[in-house]
């Protein structure tokens, strides 16, 4: 079942990607909706190119943030499931790939919407809650990746009881999504 799910992850992953282009995710309910953005030919010769928006808010680079979204998607997926040295294994056989570094930088990426307005049914710094959260639990994963079994020591453990109730702690995208909703419409 753990193959089934990793393998899972991974081909939507891929199909992301695949896709190219740029994203916008808007709430629905409990369900979100991609609108995609592509550049055609006309806007290339015309010297504009709406996968590259900046606008927004502030400082927010919505192009890099939009860009960061898909990636984080499929990574914070892949994190809540190191409960267990298979997962780990997956990891470190390349069968499945999650890079540490990349995930740093995008929750650095994704900093820039702590000030964004969020709906009243999320409480004051949801997104910096969440993305303190996850920079904890990817700072941990970096860190059993690099040791043989990362069970025999304590930090293994810490990372499987933070995403122990999948469900909280991946309830963190919730917050984040809506901030990228916001921030880069």
């Given at each position: 079942?753990?193959?089934?799910?990793?393998v899972?992850?991974?081909?939507?992953?891929l199909?992301?990607?695949?896709c190219?282009?740029?994203?916008?995710?808007?709430a629905?309910?409990?369900?979100?909706?991609?609108?995609?953005?592509?550049?055609?030919?006309?806007?290339?010769?015309?010297?504009?190119?709406?996968?590259?928006?900046?606008?927004?808010?502030?400082?927010?680079?919505?192009?890099?943030i939009?860009?960061?979204?898909?990636?984080?998607?499929?990574?914070?997926?892949?994190?809540?499931?190191?409960?267990?040295?298979?997962?780990?294994?997956l990891?470190?056989?390349?069968?499945?790939?999650?890079d540490?570094?990349k995930?740093a930088?995008?929750?650095?990426?994704?900093?820039?919407?702590?000030?964004?307005?969020?709906?009243?049914?999320?409480?004051?710094?949801?997104?910096?809650?969440?993305?303190?959260?996850?920079?904890?639990?990817?700072?941990?994963?970096?860190?059993?990746?690099?040791?043989?079994?990362?069970?025999?020591?304590?930090?293994?453990?810490?990372?499987?009881?933070?995403?122990?109730?999948?469900?909280?702690?991946?309830?963190?995208?919730?917050?984040?999504?809506?901030?990228?909703?916001?921030?880069?419409?």
């Amino acid at each position: 079942m753990r193959r089934y799910l990793a393998v899972f992850l991974l081909l939507s992953g891929l199909a992301l990607t695949a896709c190219g282009g740029s994203s916008n995710k808007t709430a629905t309910g409990s369900q979100n909706v991609v609108k995609s953005t592509t550049t055609t030919a006309a806007d290339r010769s015309s010297g504009s190119d709406s996968g590259s928006d900046s606008s927004g808010s502030g400082d927010i680079d919505c192009a890099e943030i939009k860009a960061d979204a898909a990636t984080f998607l499929v990574q914070i997926q892949l994190l809540a499931q190191f409960r267990n040295k298979d997962a780990y294994d997956l990891v470190k056989s390349g069968t499945v790939t999650y890079d540490p570094a990349k995930m740093a930088t995008i929750l650095t990426d994704f900093e820039s919407l702590e000030g964004v307005d969020l709906s009243p049914l999320q409480p004051d710094g949801a997104v910096k809650k969440a993305i303190d959260n996850y920079s904890s639990a990817n700072d941990l994963a970096k860190q059993n990746l690099a040791v043989d079994d990362p069970f025999t020591q304590a930090k293994g453990e810490e990372l499987a009881d933070m995403t122990k109730d999948i469900a909280s702690f991946l309830s963190g995208q919730t917050a984040i999504d809506e901030a990228i909703s916001k921030a880069c419409p």
